[in-house]
T-cell receptor, first 115, second 115 residues
Framework: AQKITQTQPGMFVQEKEAVTLDCTYD???????LFWYKQPSSGEMIFLIY??????QNATEGRYSLNFQKARKSANLVISASQLGDSAMYFC????????????FGTGTQLKVEL | DSGVTQTPKHLITATGQRVTLRCSPR?????VYWYQQSLDQGLQFLIQ???????AKGNILERFSAQQFPDLHSELNLSSLELGDSALYFC??????????????FGPGTRLTVL
């Protein structure tokens, strides 16, 4: 079974600052994928970034980067130059290899960007 | 806009009733996933279909069923509804079915309220 842990229920960051959202995972699979999604107050789920377990480089997508530390089983999301529009709930998720591509989600971190 | 459509956006019904939620995946996507988001259970995977066939099953109750039609749209049927079934139901789609990691694109969700 796979498990995702997000230990920060809420985070505050000032506009233009960088922020790191923590995610640790547990799995016995050798091959897996890690994902981050953003859920604004409007409710939709927006895909942000993906990291494969065998990828040697950390994934980056614009202002988002994923700090992947395989030995520590962590996949932290780093948002650089925070904007007011980044205020949202952020979910870390993982999927196994094979047997479909189902996502197991963490409990989420509510990020609030302040002026 | 993810390209995934879900109808209806809101649904209010009574206990014991049956409802059908509908999802149209992004053009070209063969996989459809259903997820339930509730306050007490968080985001949970329910079921996945790939090109008309069931590919993976999660914590889906026996009172719930789903199918994917030849035109690739999917329906989630919820019957004998209980108060605890009140939740946001997401449909997501992806190109592949699990052999490779594909990001899932989520629809806007259907908010179900059972009174």
């Amino acid at each position: 079974a796979q498990k995702i842990t997000q230990t920060q229920p809420g985070m505050f960051v000032q506009e233009k600052e960088a922020v790191t959202l923590d995610c640790t995972y547990d799995t016995s699979d050798q091959s897996y994928g890690l994902f981050w999604y953003k859920q604004p107050s409007s409710g939709e789920m927006i895909f942000l970034i993906y990291q494969g377990s065998y990828d040697e480089q950390n994934a980056t997508e614009g202002r988002y980067s994923l700090n992947f530390q395989k030995a520590r089983k962590s996949a932290n999301l780093v948002i650089s130059a925070s904007q007011l529009g980044d205020s949202a709930m952020y979910f870390c998720a993982m999927s196994p290899r094979g047997g479909g591509n189902k996502l197991t989600f963490g409990t989420g971190t509510q990020l609030k960007v302040e002026l | 806009d993810s390209g995934v459509t879900q109808t209806p956006k809101h649904l209010i019904t009574a206990t014991g009733q049956r409802v059908t939620l509908r999802c149209s995946p992004r053009s070209g996507d063969l996989s459809v996933y259903w997820y339930q988001q509730s306050l007490d259970q968080g985001l949970q995977f329910l079921i996945q279909y790939y090109n008309g066939e069931e590919r993976a099953k999660g914590n889906i109750l026996e009172r719930f069923s789903a199918q994917q039609f030849p035109d690739l749209h999917s329906e989630l049927n919820l019957s004998s509804l209980e108060l605890g079934d009140s939740a946001l139901y997401f449909c997501a789609s992806s190109v592949g079915g699990g052999q490779h990691y594909n990001e899932q694109f989520f629809g806007p969700g259907t908010r179900l309220t059972v009174l």
